[in-house]
């Protein structure tokens, strides 16, 4: 897809998920590039929080953040949105307006004097004051400037507050476009040993056996791999081995850390080493004349998620280390699988083998991957009510894509297919485990962000040995499809009525909708209407206020976004008495 059809869509896709006159673009786009960026794992989970005013002559604005788990990575979020339908340059003079902009408001949170300058009752005082609390304790900070032009500079200069540094970075249209139509977000994982070591890396190199993929075996120095995590974070690291040291914290393990500190020159010797998959290699010659490997193109560590992490923050803690002796036996597997659905396959499947002898991933992925392939086989054969349109469950990142590529060759192909399967009816597996844990009434996992929330979804799908998994029906399909309609039409009234933590209020919402009323509401009608009635989202309306009020009456003044993933936090907001159901809602079977 070239890069002005992907603009027009993407914009399509903002406009479609607003609420009627409801001029929030900016936000929606926003939210779409974020949750982006944290399925990848760019940043952490993302929040809106959509603030711009003045301080003195300064003017301040800030889209959004997120906050690692141990609150001591930050990333801001600010937009710059045009709303345009042609790929538009942005001058790098506008981009750094905005930046410093952002940089304004992180700076006052840091030295204090933005909370006492913001409303008591605003979420973004909330943030001021946790920011304030937390920056001594900051290990990295970056801006991020989100925009639907076309940037020339993709990053700028860092910048230093208060003895921090600041990463400033732009995700355009451009960028967005590499990563979601092409569907190459680990091209931008580039490395090159020439830079980073001197020299390729030797290497034993052997060519595969099939078309699946070809792999070396090579020893990585500690100063090589300390710093492709610096540079690069957990993007680097596979999802599953992403999620994994998302549950154990930063991943530090002390027997490493000690042998680090004690005896780097054994840490081959004493360490597993790392598993790597990579889309593309290039070989070269090391300064023996031995092969080695030059440079490396969508690199991802596969096993060894805690070894890399370890590395990077032990030498953080104990700068004093030294980790030119230290070097990590690494399996590199270069991928030659074209066919998404079957790459994301085999790394996964990869992925689990490597870390079959440890934590990762216990609840067994193989196990529950039928549920998903049924789910995909189920909506390639359902068709809506009006006997044209489908939906599309993308069980594999860039198979949307895939279809629109294979069955789209000609224009007016691809315009009859975009018609029955717009990217509104796009379902992915992450977009489907939120729903149905609302659903379920579990707004707590759902706060805890897409990959953990997923994890869970998941882990509640395994069953016991000896017992087979009941996997979804039809009916199950078009169930699932509405409850995914519910929280859809939810999103988009909620996002105007509140200025943060509108993802919170909605996961919320909808279990309460769920709790309240879930066992009366016709799921099959909404299939039939493929959207909810104007007499139900008023309702939803109404339970949203009072969902938002006990959110912020029970924080007690912490951060929504973090007090949300309690469950004295859904204890709370499922104790209290809500409005009576109203009548004369299509959708609800009322008793007689």
Same mark, same amino acid.
């Given at each position: 897809m070239?890069l002005a059809?992907f ?5 399509a ?16 786009y ?8 944290a399925e990848?794992?760019m940043t952490?989970e993302?929040?809106?929080c959509y603030?711009?005013?003045? $301080? ?12 690692s ?6 990333d801001?979020f600010?937009?710059l ?6 790929p ?5 003079a ?6 410093e902009?952002?940089?304004r408001?992180?700076s006052?949170c840091?030295?204090g ?8 009752s605003?979420d973004v005082?909330?943030?001021a ?10 290990e ?8 639907d032009?076309?940037a ?9 507050i208060?003895?921090k540094? $600041? ?6 249209i ?10 190459k977000p680990?091209?931008e994982l580039?490395i090159?040993?020439n830079?980073?070591?001197g020299q390729?890396l ?15 075996l ?5 100063d090589?791999?300390?710093l ?10 596979e999802a599953?081995?992403?999620?994994f ?7 530090v393990?002390a027997?490493?850390?000690n042998t ?8 081959m010797?004493y360490?597993?080493?790392?598993v790597m ?5 290039r070989?070269?010659?090391?300064q023996?004349?031995m092969?080695?490997?030059a ?5 991802q ?5 805690q ?11 104990y ?11 690494a399996?590199i597997?270069?991928?030659?699988v ?14 689990r083998?490597?870390?079959s ?5 216990q609840s067994?992925?193989s196990a ?8 995909e086989?189920i909506?390639r054969t359902v ?10 469950y993308e069980?594999?990142?860039?198979s949307?894509?895939t279809?629109l590529a294979?069955e ?12 029955a399967i717009p990217?509104?009816r796009r379902l ?9 844990n609302?659903?379920?009434q ?7 962000g ?8 998941m882990?509640?799908l ?7 998994l009941k996997?979804p ?9 509405a409850?995914?309609?519910i929280?859809?039409?939810a999103?988009?009234?909620i996002r ?11 996961a919320y919402?909808?279990s309460?909708i769920?709790?309240?009323?879930g ?11 493929q959207?909810?009635?104007p007499e ?6 109404v339970?949203a206020r009072?969902v938002?009020e ?17 469950s004295e936090?859904k204890?709370a ?13 299509p959708?609800?079977?009322?008793e007689?």
């Amino acid at each position: 897809m070239e890069l002005a059809e992907f603009l027009r869509e993407t914009q399509a896709s903002v406009r479609s998920q607003l609420k009627d006159g409801a001029l929030y673009e900016e936000l929606v786009y926003a939210s779409i590039v974020m949750d982006h960026m944290a399925e990848i794992g760019m940043t952490f989970e993302p929040v809106e929080c959509y603030y711009e005013g003045k $301080v003195g002559n300064a003017t301040l604005r800030l889209g959004g953040y997120a906050l690692s788990d141990d609150s001591d990575q930050l990333d801001l979020f600010v937009s710059l949105y045009q709303g345009v339908n042609e790929p538009t340059p942005i001058p790098d003079a506008e981009t750094k307006v905005a930046v410093e902009q952002c940089f304004r408001f992180l700076s006052l949170c840091a030295q204090g004097k933005m909370a006492p300058k913001l409303d008591p009752s605003s979420d973004v005082r909330s943030l001021a004051e946790t920011l304030q609390a937390i920056y001594n304790d900051l290990e990295q900070i970056r801006i991020f400037v989100i925009t639907d032009r076309v940037a020339k500079s993709k990053s700028f200069k860092t910048k230093e507050i208060s003895g921090k540094s $600041v990463r400033l970075e732009v995700m355009d249209i451009e960028r967005l476009h590499r990563h979601m139509a092409e569907g190459k977000p680990r091209d931008e994982l580039v490395i090159d040993f020439n830079e980073l070591s001197g020299q390729p890396l030797p290497c034993v190199f052997v060519n595969g056996q099939n078309d699946d993929y070809d792999y070396a075996l090579t020893a990585v120095p500690g100063d090589a791999l300390r710093l492709l995590y610096e540079k690069f974070g957990a993007r680097l690291l596979e999802a599953n081995v992403r999620s994994f040291l998302s549950v154990k914290g930063k991943g530090v393990n002390a027997g490493i850390q000690n042998t680090l500190r004690n005896s780097p020159e054994r840490f081959m010797a004493y360490n597993n080493g790392i598993v790597m998959v990579a889309d593309e290699i290039r070989l070269g010659h090391a300064q023996d004349g031995m092969p080695g490997i030059a440079w490396l193109k969508g690199l991802q560590i596969v096993n060894g998620g805690q070894t890399t992490a370890s590395l990077y923050f032990t030498k953080k803690k104990y700068p004093d280390i030294d980790l030119g002796s230290v070097r990590i036996a690494a399996k590199i597997i270069v991928m030659r699988v074209q066919d998404p659905a079957k790459e994301e396959a085999l790394v996964s499947d990869i992925s689990r083998f490597a870390n079959s002898q440890n934590a990762v991933r216990q609840s067994d992925l193989s196990a529950n991957k039928p549920f998903h392939v049924e789910i995909e086989k189920i909506s390639r054969t359902v068709y809506c009510p009006d006997g044209v349109s489908q939906w599309f469950y993308e069980r594999a990142a860039g198979s949307y894509n895939t279809l629109l590529a294979r069955e789209g060759t000609t224009p007016a192909k691809l315009k009859k297919i975009k018609d029955a399967i717009p990217t509104s009816r796009r379902l992915t597996k992450t977009d489907l485990a939120k729903y149905l844990n609302a659903w379920d009434q579990k707004p707590d996992i759902v706060s805890l962000g897409s990959q953990k929330n997923f994890d869970r979804f998941m882990a509640s799908l395994v069953v016991p040995e000896g017992h087979e998994l009941k996997l979804p029906s039809t009916a199950d399909f078009k169930a699932m499809i509405a409850k995914a309609r519910i929280y859809r039409d939810a999103q988009k009234l909620i996002r105007p009525m509140f200025q943060a933590f509108q993802a919170n209020i909605t996961a919320y919402t909808v279990s309460v909708i769920s709790m309240l009323i879930g066992d009366k509401i016709d799921l099959e009608k909404i299939w039939t209407n493929q959207s909810i009635s104007p007499e139900l989202l008023a309702q939803i309306e109404v339970w949203a206020r009072q969902v938002s009020e006990i959110l912020h009456e029970s924080a007690g003044g912490r951060m929504i976004s973090e007090w949300a993933k309690k469950s004295e936090c859904k204890d709370a907001v499922f104790s209290i008495s809500y409005s009576p159901v109203a009548s004369g809602i299509p959708e609800v079977r009322y008793e007689t």
